[in-house]
């Protein structure tokens, strides 16, 4: 049975460390206001060894829990189900507290299909990814959703993405883990998705021709632009920030929350949208 929850004052928050700077109460306050819901959502620095007795821990009074890395990996052994997107990431960016019972979701997949959507992009065939991480799988489980059928996986040490390749594998998708300087004489894809930390150097250009034929999905959003993404519109090239990306799977997250199922929209949801973006 879908979960319901009454206008009762509860509790969420987002976990990770650092956490200072996160965006995401600014997006979820705005949502539970544009709702008539009077609920608390608040920052909490946690790191990977203390998320389990947390989550545990937590009273009634708790609905949910938004997750940065690496908590999205850390707490599925607390988790008593988790739905099919994070299983096949190994990844839970979300937890609801539903009568006893620890649920965890990956909205995170959702945020990339839905921000990719809003800048034109709604099927593809290839795709480069660069990173290695929990965002990494999610944006590859999102391009395999566009219809992708080949990624070039870009790696520091590409040894590393045997488990990216093996998820590729379970959605139909042939992923070749290469060197980060193949970027430098990549040939043209649909789409690049950088999962890199916000501010990281990639230390190496882009080729003319992958800049020239791709739309860059930059996840960072604070500092912007990231070095890669200066590469992009110094070139002219299309590209868009991780902002978008947060947005949406936020509003995955507040659909899981009030009706505790990320497939079914919002009350008024093109406004309950609106409101978040504004917060941004």
Do not use: C
Request: proline content about 5%; glycine content about 12%; aromatic content about 4%.
């Amino acid at each position: 049975m879908r979960p319901t929850v009454s206008d009762a004052r509860v509790r969420l928050a987002v976990l990770g460390k650092p956490i200072a700077h996160s965006k995401s109460p600014d997006l979820h306050l705005a949502a539970y206001r544009r709702l008539a819901l009077d609920w608390s959502y608040e920052r909490v620095e946690m790191d990977g060894a203390g998320v389990g007795e947390f989550v545990l821990s937590r009273d009634a009074s708790w609905r949910g829990l938004s997750l940065t890395m690496p908590l999205k990996y850390d707490v599925i052994p607390v988790l008593d189900e988790i739905d099919v997107v994070a299983r096949l990431t190994g990844a839970a960016n979300t937890v609801l507290f539903d009568g006893g019972r620890r649920l965890g979701f990956n909205t995170d997949v959702g945020g990339v299909v839905r921000s990719l959507a809003e800048a034109g992009l709604e099927t593809a065939h290839t795709a480069v990814i660069i990173g290695g991480g929990a965002t990494a799988a999610s944006a590859l489980v999102a391009v395999a959703e566009l219809g992708v059928a080949h990624v070039r996986l870009l790696l520091r040490r590409p040894e590393a993405g045997e488990a990216l390749v093996e998820l590729g594998r379970s959605v139909g998708v042939v992923v070749e883990p290469e060197h980060l300087g193949a970027l430098a004489a990549s040939e043209a894809v649909d789409v690049v998705v950088s999962t890199l930390p916000g501010g990281t150097d990639a230390g190496v250009a882009a080729s003319e021709e992958l800049i020239g034929g791709a739309l860059l999905l930059d996840v960072a959003y604070a500092p912007w632009p990231t070095p890669l993404a200066s590469q992009w519109i110094a070139a002219g090239g299309r590209v868009i920030d991780g902002s978008g990306m947060l947005l949406h799977q936020a509003l995955l997250q507040v659909r899981v929350f009030v009706g505790g199922d990320p497939t079914v929209p919002l009350p008024d949801e093109a406004d309950v949208l609106a409101v978040m973006r504004e917060s941004l």
